[in-house]
DNA sequence: AGCGGTAGTATTTTCGAAAATCTGGTTCTG
DNA sequence: CAGAACCAGATTTTCGAAAATACTACCGCT
């Protein structure tokens, strides 16, 4: 194998389809990649340097997960995005979120609430060098993830964990529309540290409500401030 | 394109891969490839005639949805079984479906309540041909499968009627044990019927119950008749 | 005998060419 | 003139060989 594509082959993952799948993952959802653009193979054979097949897989990766629509033998294009899609997708999140919230509380040993309250303090430490505009940062992006993550990590659902992810992936991009039509900043460091209370303090009732609206409002504000940008449907 | 690739592609899909994606899925859920089966390329290439780059790609496909595991440069094994699996499985199962019956009786419309009846009906003709054993003909798998779709198809939810699609494709496995070890006959028949009832006269709360009950009954015969089937976990 | 290293084999992953298919425009026909 | 049929170029899909990687069994050493 050359030299580059070991390299690349480092950065994520060991084989260079996955670690396409996961450029391209983060491409989509930072919408360097249009919603709805169509990929065609010869532009990204060059973008990404790899073959028809590799990409092929890659594609297929993200077909499965809603991040890229294929229509056989029509080629493959961006998922578009649109006000029902939003709906739909924030009302599956709500459900399973809700739900493997209320386990994890239930089945949460020491260890789980410690990576709670760690996870909880690295997001407010970054939060805390960057007065404004952190949501666009990466580093608070995965350590907001991470957050969301260790607070249904201990439900004991491997199934819906996965469910969970793919679709928290997909909300990915209406969060950063969100944030570029916010008409005044949001306190999601609020939200989080009462999430992270109820949470350790195995209020689950509280913690389903507070993880309801947390999901809902963001959509909210994208319907009321950002519904121009999508055509109709 | 020759004969043999025409005819083939016929049976299923547009493309090829797609087309071996859908035979082998039913070779999974029937199990005539076993739970936990080493997927060799060499091997797949004898039985489906297609090459490295079409096999992968279909089982790329397969492993998005939970039929087969890939381990990255070890390749490809059908998915194995297991209780903690059949356990988490009917779990998320239950709070899809029965989330996506309420939503079905509240929005559905006149032709939705048709086709409840009239799947129900093709089903009740196909159990009335053959008195035993009905539940192993592909046919019935069919009807059945349509019915249970027919029963969320109002729900408005795209995303969660994929996901759920997905589910019941990965149940398909732990239904077949559980008929084979059936102490004595279960009453499907019946419960479809009330299932049917319960959904045309828009009674909501009797629906769910009866679903969640209809899904963990499966389950629960498979723990107590056939758990010596699965090692440990 | 047990262990670490190593060569050889089996297997997966990637590539680019070739075949199949679609698209859009043009001509032919009624 | 409308619509079907067809060609040419663009694009996707499939193939089998070649490269990269994992596995196995053997050898030499302690």
């Known amino acids: 194998m050359n030299v580059t594509a070991f390299k690349r082959r480092k950065e994520f993952g060991k084989t260079l389809a996955s670690d396409i799948a996961h450029r391209m993952r983060n491409e989509i959802v ?9 990929l065609k193979f010869d532009t990204l054979r060059l ?18 997960e809603g991040l890229v629509v294929a229509e056989e033998q029509r080629g ?7 006000l029902s899609d939003l709906i739909d997708l924030t009302r599956a999140r709500i459900l ?20 709670v309250i760690s996870s909880i303090h690295r997001l407010g430490i970054i939060e805390g060098r960057e007065i404004e505009d952190y949501a666009d940062n990466p580093e608070w992006k995965a350590a907001h993830r991470e957050f969301h ?16 992810q793919s679709l928290f992936e997909r909300a990915e991009r209406y969060r950063n529309i969100s944030a570029r039509f916010r008409p005044r900043p949001r306190d999601k460091a609020g939200e989080h ?8 303090g195995r209020d689950a009732d509280r ?18 401030h950002a519904s121009e940008l999508f055509s109709q449907n």
């Open 30 to 38: 930072t919408c360097r990649l249009k919603p709805g653009e169509v």
């Open 47 to 64: 973008a990404y340097g790899a073959s028809f097949t590799t990409l092929r897989e890659a594609l297929t990766c993200l077909a499965a």
């Open 76 to 82: 493959f294009k961006v998922a578009p995005i649109s």
């Open 96 to 115: 399973i979120e809700v739900d493997l919230i209320r386990r994890s509380i239930e089945n949460g040993d020491d260890d789980w609430e410690i990576a």
């Open 149 to 164: 993550e260790s607070l249904v990590a201990a439900c004991g659902s491997p199934t819906l964990l996965g469910i969970r």
């Open 193 to 200: 540290r009462a999430l992270m209370k109820a949470a350790v």
């Open 207 to 224: 913690a389903c409500e507070l993880i309801a609206k947390h999901i809902q409002s963001t959509t909210d504000n994208v319907i009321k």
